[in-house]
């Protein structure tokens, strides 16, 4: 049966979202002229977010759906392998925040990026920073699946529709303001929708640890704090890498980090995000050890939840707390809180993988002579599509917590090892991103995924073997060594030794003919094609797009010296002439 007083307050709060993202949309346009906006003041909001709302955006796009409600889940669950102990997912990403503003900000703020498969596409070529746009769509649509799976089992439980009629439209709601408003949008709903969960979820903590069907959680610590063996020490240090690291590359990231005014407000957001996670993070635990020390069988529900052997109504604890230990009213704040945090997740990630198909896949590879105009309708169907592929997911794949872990997975032992590297390394080179690609995928893949019912076809070292349909075989695979991280660090040395690999081969020793360079990473400049310039180029601003880099200069002939060697998409060195400072300068 449905509630009508809680469907009203769902409907009233989607209603100021929506106003409030139709609002930020306008401010965009007006900002933008009377042209209308480009495709990069849609991407990152003209470079102009202030660091005040920029910290709102940051924090609310880490603290999604999955993030509150799979908190509180793996904290009620308890025992071996959960609990506060296995609680690695708000602690990891926020952690995440420090390591990336302090080693990736500025390199990529300096050099001018749109999106950050810019660096991939300018050292490696268009074709593979295609290939590297897979595992980053991934990540951003299992984080979208996660956080509206969170959203529909809340509104179920609380309000009675069902989770997938809620699903769908919070989707649609989230896709129509994303749509219209492109960041802005996001980033003004964003401060609507954290300030919603901090209130929210902070009202109905004191109700639910106070109700007298709970036992004081300082006295039920055995229930909830959960149990860390020895045996899986491997692989618990293995998902908090994934975490740590796997939390950076993201383009929901550095779209907020790259939109930011000045490369200190990029860095300050980033320091002060972590600070926000790592509170907001704190109710959810709350409820989780609530839910823990509660006597269920006095509620309405009428059992401990998974009792009768449903283990996927874990995921519904926070909700049923919501809705068990709170008056009516709270718990409609609470569900609004919920909902906000749903919303300030799934249009970061949607926004940001159509951001990287329109700019990175359709406008290099399909149509490279497409106007502005053209790219932001095909950004804007990305949005559809995205939200639509995410809803999918959402409805069909149960753990709330499992998607929100898994999402970092493959970004962290594919795109982690890239990042690094095409921003500290400079002699990385197609052939090596390429083999270190395919190398950091199989080997994550071999290992399995018990989520996605993948089984795992390569037992790493140290592994356990579990009956999880209770016919008495061992039919799962649980490995114990941190594969992940091996995956990530054989990886990234293919990628070095590749690339040195094919540079000795085909530079140093000459042993294979420059006909054979396929990705045309060691062609010769010809010296000859240098046009005299007076003022030497820009050192901070970025040259047009191109499709190969990583070219190797010869000697330039004697008066002239090498100098300032850039890469950044067009080949442009500047070489200093000696006699009288002027420029030579080629773009190849």
């Not at 000045?262 to 320091?271: C, V």
């Not at 998974?306 to 718990?331: K, T």
């Not at 749903?342 to 990630?349: G, L």
């Not at 490995?479 to 992940?484: G, V």
Request: aromatic residues 12%.
């Amino acid at each position: 049966m449905v509630d009508v007083l809680g469907l009203v307050a769902v409907i009233v709060f989607y209603i100021i979202i929506l106003g409030v993202g139709i609002w930020a949309g306008r401010k965009q346009k007006t900002t933008a002229g009377a042209g209308g906006p480009s495709s990069e003041e849609v991407m990152l909001a003209g470079r102009n977010i202030g660091t005040v709302v920029g910290i709102f955006t940051m924090t609310a796009t880490w603290v999604g759906g999955g993030y509150i409600n799979g908190t509180a889940e793996v904290v009620f669950r308890g025992g071996k392998g959960n609990g506060l102990v296995w609680c690695q997912g708000p602690f990891g990403y926020a952690v995440s925040l420090l390591i990336a503003g302090y080693f990736f900000v500025e390199k990529m703020r300096s050099a001018g990026y749109v999106t950050m498969l810019d660096p991939f596409q300018q050292k490696f070529g268009h074709r593979m920073g295609a290939l590297l746009f897979i595992p980053a769509l991934l990540g951003e649509l299992f984080w979208s699946a996660a956080v509206l799976s969170a959203l529909g089992a809340t509104i179920k439980v609380i309000v009675g529709l069902s989770d997938t009629l809620s699903v769908i439209v919070s989707a649609i709601i989230a896709v129509a303001y994303t749509m219209f408003g492109g960041l802005y949008a996001v980033a003004y709903t964003d401060v609507v929708q954290l300030i919603c969960i901090f209130v929210g979820l902070w009202i109905c903590v004191p109700f639910a640890l106070t109700d007298d069907r709970v036992a004081p959680i300082s006295t039920t610590k055995d229930h909830w704090l959960g149990e860390l063996e020895v045996k899986t020490i491997g692989s618990y240090i293995d998902s908090y890498m994934v975490l740590l690291l796997g939390g950076i590359p993201w383009q929901a990231y550095f779209q907020r980090v790259l939109s930011s005014r000045t490369t200190r407000g990029a860095k300050l957001l980033s320091y002060v995000a972590f600070v926000g996670c790592s509170v907001m993070c704190i109710p959810s635990i709350l409820i989780g050890a609530i839910a823990s020390s509660a006597d269920w069988t006095n509620t309405t529900f009428g059992r401990t939840p998974g009792a009768n052997g449903d283990e996927s109504e874990a995921r519904l604890i926070l909700p049923l707390v919501l809705q068990n230990f709170n008056p009516a009213f709270v718990s409609f704040i609470g569900l609004g809180a919920v909902s906000a945090a749903v919303m300030s997740s799934a249009d970061s990630s949607i926004l940001s993988a159509s951001s990287m198909f329109a700019w990175n896949i359709y406008r290099p590879l399909v149509r490279p002579k497409a106007s502005d105009r053209e790219i932001l309708w095909v950004m804007k169907f990305a949005v559809f599509t995205m939200g639509a592929m995410a809803t999918v997911l959402a409805i069909f794949i149960p753990s709330v917590y499992g998607l929100y872990f898994l999402c970092s997975d493959l970004v962290y032992c594919v795109l982690f090892p890239q990042l690094v590297l095409v921003l500290y390394y400079s002699s990385v080179n197609t052939y090596g991103s390429l083999a270190g690609y395919l190398v950091g995928m199989v080997l994550r893949l071999l290992g399995g995924e018990v989520i996605l019912g993948l089984p795992a076809a390569v037992r790493y070292f140290y592994y356990a073997e579990h009956d999880t349909t209770g016919d008495g075989n061992l039919d799962t695979v649980v490995q114990l060594f941190p594969f992940r991280t091996f995956a990530m660090l054989i990886s990234l040395l293919t990628i070095v030794g590749v690339s040195a690999l094919t540079k000795f081969l085909f530079v140093r020793k000459r042993i294979l003919s420059k006909r054979w360079d396929v990705f045309q990473c060691f062609q010769e400049l010809d010296v000859t094609t240098l046009e005299y310039t007076s003022e030497p180029p820009p050192p901070e601003s970025p040259a047009p797009m191109a499709d190969r880099s990583g070219w190797e200069i010869p000697e330039l002939p004697s008066p002239y010296q090498r100098k300032v060697p850039r890469s950044v998409g067009v080949i442009h060195y500047a070489v200093e002439v000696e006699d009288n400072g002027g420029y030579l300068t080629t773009v190849l």
